[in-house]
């Protein structure tokens, strides 16, 4: 697959320094960055700083290397065009069609999707004159960001904050992938459990398993970037939390339970990814357990555990919850997967084929989700992003 081509258009504002961030998260997960930054942009981060973290030069003169019409050949080649910051003089420009520098030409000739993302004073921003051009973007299908609250330069807080960056990639990741950044899960709450459970069997020890939480925090995630409302139940993962999502921490299936059961209450939809022990130590010893000479361990006697996605799936806490489970199968993967579905009660079950015929250890994704009304969709190798989205399509689809 050739690497996406995203243009980065910096205008000349103080958060110039932040598209850096931006640039390497681009550039760090495979994408081929073109930075064309505007004089004022350059007064802020040097030239030698976009080529650098781009390792491309950076684009910044209309009159450089005329004979390869850089001017309209930067926009018609771009997949992708954001612009961070975009101050409220560059929106003006591009509203109105100007073009006196390299960004503004690149902005006329795109014909791929293009993002902009504010940073201004808030006077600025709330400005009729802003807000008009913002509108006239919008009218004409570019993606506008909503500027964050929070310190602004200077003494002044408000409104006109870049986003973070990690926001912004994320956005363009989104419309790289998808297109658009439909917000079809907002007025939801959503309810995801992540990670992987922890049974004690005495202070120091545990029975356990090895998942990461990653494909749960990515679904957390992607629904918040889909205008959710998120409660990710997270069991011992040790991943940041995702922007704008409500993170509860527990440990065992038991607490896992209780957590679930308090939060799924007014739930639209609960998602079950998290890897709950099925046995945990029928007795917890409260002193570490030690080694004697000559003397054989005692085994380890097991009790099962709740059930947590079965129990959800048979008392829905509202009508019309929407309960998905996840299943690792290796063999029969389908009709395993049929049979699981029922089992669990659930309405879709999103089943990881593992096994022999997959690289063990390897982040591969395929999956397929089987839906109790029949419907069963393959989903290719990919990022937990995408599988993520492929599941909430799933749902969505399920709740309109
Ligand atoms: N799950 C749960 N509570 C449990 C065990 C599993 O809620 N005590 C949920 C997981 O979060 C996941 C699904 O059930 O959504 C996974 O089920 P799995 O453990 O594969 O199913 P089992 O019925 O235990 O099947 P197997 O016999 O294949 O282990």
């Known amino acids: 697959m ?11 504002g103080i ?12 550039t760090e997960s495979g994408h081929q960055v073109t930075v064309v930054p505007t004089a004022a942009a350059l007064h802020f981060v040097g030239e030698a700083t976009w080529a650098a973290l781009s390792g491309r030069p950076a684009a910044t003169e209309t009159w450089e290397s005329v004979h390869e019409v850089p001017h309209v050949r930067i ?45 201004m004073h808030t006077e600025m921003w709330e400005h009729p004159a802003t807000q008009e051009n913002v509108a006239t973007l919008r ?17 002044d807080t408000g409104k006109g904050r870049l986003p973070e960056p990690s926001e912004i990639f994320e ?32 202070p120091v020890r545990f029975l356990g398993n090895r998942s990461s939480g990653k494909q749960g925090y990515a679904l957390a995630a992607t629904a918040a970037a889909r205008g959710a409302r998120v409660t990710l139940l997270s069991a011992n993962a040790e991943l940041p939390d995702p922007a704008g999502v409500d993170v509860v921490r527990v440990s065992t299936a038991l607490q896992l339970r209780d957590a679930a059961l308090k939060a799924v209450v007014d739930a639209d939809v609960v998602v079950m990814a998290a890897a709950v022990a099925d ?16 003397v054989d361990p005692a085994p380890v006697a097991l009790v099962r555990n709740p059930d947590i996605l ?26 395993n997967g049929r ?53 909430w399509d799933q749902v969505a689809a399920r709740l309109r």
Do not use: W
Request: charged letters at 25%.
């Open 15 to 26: 958060a110039a320094y932040k598209a850096c961030e931006l640039l390497r998260r681009l």
């Open 139 to 155: 009218r004409r299908g570019a993606i506008v960001l909503d500027p964050a609250e929070g310190r602004l330069t200077g003494k």
């Open 75 to 119: 926009g018609q080649n771009a997949d992708l065009v954001v612009v961070a910051p975009a101050t409220a003089d560059l929106m003006a420009k591009a509203a109105h069609g100007l073009a006196d520098d390299l960004l503004t030409n690149t902005l006329l000739t795109a014909r791929c999707p293009v993002v902009f993302a504010p940073a």
């Open 279 to 294: 046995f945990r130590p029928a007795e917890y010893v409260t002193g570490k357990i030690k080694k004697v000479d000559g």
């Open 339 to 391: 049979a699981k579905l029922a089992r669990k009660g659930c309405d879709l079950l999103v089943v990881n084929e593992v096994g022999d015929s997959k690289a063990f250890g390897l982040d591969t994704n395929a999956a397929v989700v089987l839906a109790a009304d029949g419907a069963e969709v393959h989903i290719p190798d990919g990022p937990k992003e995408n599988l993520a989205d492929a599941v």
């Open 2 to 12: 050739t690497a996406p081509r995203v243009v980065l258009g910096v205008s000349g």
């Open 171 to 202: 956005a363009c990741r989104r419309v790289l992938a998808r297109g658009d950044l439909a917000q079809d899960l907002a007025g939801r709450h959503v309810v995801v459990s992540a990670g992987g459970t922890r049974e004690p069997l005495d």
């Open 310 to 335: 079965a129990e959800i799936s048979a008392h829905r806490a509202r009508p019309g919850q929407l309960v998905v489970g996840f299943a690792a199968e290796t063999d029969d993967v389908l009709a």
